[in-house]
């Protein structure tokens, strides 16, 4: 049976962009 | 007798008030896609982002489900990523505001299917963003 979350490297620039946007707060609408 | 106040100190309530993103919640599945990118790793295949528990058991996915507000929920594992967002008829009210949610992470590729379509014979499929059009066809 295939793992849904088998993962594979991400590339740097997923990573960066992924970093970038962990550290972006949220726009919060009301 | 005197008494004293104890204050909370201040800097805890500055950096609970500088991230908003901390109020945020995972959904279903979420936090196990964001300890995933914390490694450095993605899914090998597309998320599913559905309001049924019963759909895309096969595929990494994400579940919205009704005690939370779509604004409330933590979607930055997104980012990048392949995400197709299953849903019904009856979904539509939070359809919007889903889609922007996840736009806003800036995906690699958004797409919607309408499980309801595909009963009615309907076109079911709909590319909403695409980063590049080969990207989305690579999976």
Known sequence: MIDPYAAIEATPEQQS???EQST?????RF | MQTQIKKPPLERAASKNAHPNLTRK???YGKKLDDLRRRGLVPAMRV???TDWKIGGAFP???????????????????GLHVEVVHYDHDNHILESLITEILSIQPATLSAFNMDAVKQDKPAFKLIFSK???EGTND
């Open chain 2, 26 to 28: 995972y959904p279903p």
């Open chain 1, 24 to 28: 972006k707060p949220y726009k919060i």
């Open chain 2, 61 to 79: 996915r994400i579940i919205i489900t009704d005690d939370t507000p779509v604004t409330c929920l933590q979607f930055n594992y997104l980012n």
């Open chain 2, 132 to 134: 590049s059009v080969m």
């Open chain 2, 48 to 50: 599913i982002v559905t």
């Open chain 1, 17 to 19: 962009a992924y970093a």
